[in-house]
């Protein structure tokens, strides 16, 4: 055997390449305090290196520096964190209505075993039923049929699924409010001929303190389709005069009215009261394109510039 101590090393011992060690013997290493030997590795019968125990010992601490080895028990601990992702065989369309091909959690070699959901329903394969939409997947892991949701649509909607259709009924109100044809009406000033205001006759929306003062106008002779809805100051006007009458007239211009530049109301309005609207036109503007004496209409502005034969206004008024 060739032997190294500290003080010398046998002739022989070492070659160009090797050391030389006494057959299936440890190459040892003395521990710090000087008392005991530890084995490193050695050459057994088999030609086969072989670590000392010390170095077989498990240890599943992560190695700290570059050149230190991994243990193997540290590496097996590592790997079995991995989630590995099984290759899947996709065997063609599933119907979940009719649960057809037929799938049970009792199937057999049908590991790992996918379909594409090409027809949506409900299918108990033993476990409790599931739900599978068209585009979703069901496939079989370690003996069983599971659901992958691979589609899109929307969950629910206000809490119902399918095919939704909604309306403000469905919705409860929050910041934003609802409203009514007829308050509509008070909020939009610029409704055309063609809006219905018949149905908003006697709504409530239309009743303050002293009556129903808005409703009459609307029961007036302008309530029709073919007329012009009365503005927000119209219908406030009708409101703050309590006691008084509300209704409208309708005037299609003749050459008299033209020449003339005024018509004639059938009453003498509450001044603050008039709206004069030309049938699909805006609100005119009292004092700029028209002015009231007494019962007399009187063109300026806009309707004394523009207004030609055959053109209709109607005009709301109290009194």
Known sequence: MAKITKDWIESGAIGSNEVLLENDSFLKG?????????DILKVNGSDALV??????????SAPTLDAQLANKKYVDDQVAT?????????????NANTNTPTLANTDT???NFLYYVNVSGSTDFGAGSKSFDVGDWVYNVNGAWEKADNNDDVLSVNGQKGAVVLDTDDITEGVNKYVS?????????S???SDNISELTNDSAFVDASGAKAAAVINSTAGSETDQAPSVAAMKAYADNAGTTATSEKFTLTSSDITNQYVTLSQTPITNSVQVIPVGG???????????????????GDIAANAILGDTYV???SY
């Not at 670590?51 to 599943?60: E, I, N, R, T, V």
């Not at 991995?82 to 599933?94: C, D, H, Q, R, T």
């Not at 805006?282 to 300026?300: C, H, I, R, Y």
């Open 51 to 60: 670590l000392g125990s010390k170095l077989q010992d498990a240890d599943s």
């Open 30 to 38: 003395r521990n710090a305090a000087d008392d005991a030997d530890i």
């Open 191 to 193: 409704l055309q001929p």
């Open 181 to 189: 044809a007829a308050q509509k009406l008070l909020i939009d000033s």
């Open 109 to 111: 070699s049908v590991d």
């Open 282 to 300: 805006p609100s005119q503007e009292k004092d700029v394109d028209f002015t009231l004496s007494g019962a007399q209409v009187n063109f300026a």
């Open 315 to 317: 005009i709301y008024y």
């Open 82 to 94: 991995i989630s590995i992702p099984s290759v899947f065989e996709l065997k063609g369309n599933w």
